[in-house]
T-cell receptor
Framework: GAVVSQHPSWVICKSGTSVKIECRSL??????MFWYRQFPKQSLMLMAT?????????EQGVEKDKFLINHASLTLSTLTVTSAHPEDSSFYIC?????????????FGPGTRLTVL | QKEVEQDPGPLSVPEGAIVSLNCTYS??????FMWYRQYSRKGPELLMY????GNKEDGRFTAQVDKSSKYISLFIRDSQPSDSATYLC????????????FGTGTKLQVIP
């Protein structure tokens, strides 16, 4: 149980285009989902906290107009990287916190590797 | 100073060795402590979860928390090649459901 999926698993796009990444909790409902970014040999850096039905809360230094987050249902959150540039190339990982039951933890997706040319 | 410090390694050990992984932190508000395992190009997987100080054991894994020293450890007994991964410590002031701060991760290689 407690499976989180991400789609796509990897994506290559041209500079200036937008990319959407989906995060789904497959067998549980998640009121809260988190989006992280991980650069090579670095730790996960929290980008934003997403709550179903409300606006996401962004961490300091993260541009909310560049990284659009939508959490339209209890099982789906999306991250759209708008006008992507090479410096946005990274490993993006989402996590989901179960609405009820389960361990007090977030369950992580497998990640999406974004390469911007 | 980072809130959470973790030696990035890499750490290489022979199969069967006891592995010790450590993190220090500066935020005294942290009360929830976690260890995650992350294989290359995969998302983190929760290994151990501890609240406040003390020890917790689960199979070959033992987590220790010393809040007075702001120091946490993960011990792996009888290490196996399949344990080769990056181990991330993580901490939160309000539970695993909430904002979690990660260490940089220690890359472990267990040599057969």
């Amino acid at each position: 149980g407690a499976v989180v999926s991400q789609h796509p698993s990897w994506v290559i796009c041209k500079s200036g285009t937008s990319v959407k990444i989906e995060c789904r909790s497959l067998d549980f409902q998640a009121t809260t989902m988190f989006w992280y970014r991980q650069f090579p040999k670095q730790s996960l850096m929290l980008m934003a906290t997403s709550n179903e039905g409300s606006k996401a809360t962004y961490e300091q230094g993260v541009e909310k107009d560049k990284f659009l987050i939508n959490h339209a249902s209890l099982t789906l959150s999306t991250l759209t990287v708008t006008s992507a540039h090479p410096e946005d190339s990274s490993f993006y990982i989402c996590s989901a916190a179960p609405t009820s039951g389960g361990k007090d933890t977030q369950y992580f997706g497998p990640g999406t590797r974004l390469t911007v040319l | 100073q980072k809130e959470v410090e973790q030696d990035p390694g890499p750490l290489s050990v022979p199969e069967g060795a006891i592995v010790s992984l450590n993190c220090t932190y500066s935020n005294s508000a942290f009360q929830y402590f976690m260890w995650y395992r992350q294989y290359s190009r995969k998302g983190p997987e929760l290994l151990m979860y501890t609240y406040s100080s003390g020890n917790k054991e689960d199979g070959r894994f033992t987590a220790q928390v010393d809040k007075s020293s702001k120091y946490i450890s993960l011990f792996i007994r009888d290490s196996q090649p399949s344990d080769s991964a990056t181990y991330l410590c993580a901490m939160s002031s309000s539970g695993g459901y909430q904002k979690v701060t990660f260490g940089t991760g220690t890359k472990l290689q267990v040599i057969p």
